[in-house]
């Protein structure tokens, strides 16, 4: 699996469109930091995750199609051929694909954390509470690389692919919206209807940024828990699609 690890790193690092995207999340995350700071002073945790309102979709752009062009290309076919395992191929595609949503992550972390330092006031929460944050937005990042990867696996259309996994974003993030202003309105959800409303929202990625762009994050080992539990579904049970999967 390393030489197929390699060999997608080193893909991933030549791709202009991984570039592209980015600089995307480099570009947004410093405009909107420029715009809230004339709104007044503001807390430097305010400026830190930003970016996070668009990665997802970013991601499922980048993700669908670099997975797409193996399948466009013939090199997933190439790769069973000399003898690849099946499992060892999604591991490393899904390896890659959270090593690039990764460095999509930091570079827009580290963005608002510059511009926070320069234009913002000092933190008003706790350094660790922060940091948890950090840990949940990068988890549910993790989910979407996970989820991407399944959907980038399993469709051999680089096209359907691309057009599956930004539906997907979109819909996480719009479901997250709903979701979040239904249980911000008082006494419009109330016992069991608004536990499962909690449940979705927690267990959606773009719920859990929600929580971490406000700093609202009460419990973040349960997110913490949703996020790996959902990673492992989505990683095993697309081994074991893909594994049954007709490629001829």
Known sequence: MFKLLSANLQRLLLNRLFWFTLLAVVAMEGAICFQLQRQGPLPLEVALFIFLQTIGILAAIFLSLFYGTEYQDGTMRNKLIVGHKRSSIYFANFITGAVAITLLFLAGLLTGLG??????????????HVLLAGVVAWLACMTMAALFNLIGMLSTNKSVSAILAILSAFGLLFSALYIYQRLAKPGILTGLKRKIYELIFELNPNGQILQVMSLNVDLPSKMILYSLLLIFIATISGVFFFSKKDLK
Not at 115 to 128: A, F, I, K, W
């Open 115 to 128: 511009l926070g330092l320069l234009m913002y006031e000092p933190l008003q929460n706790e350094v660790s």
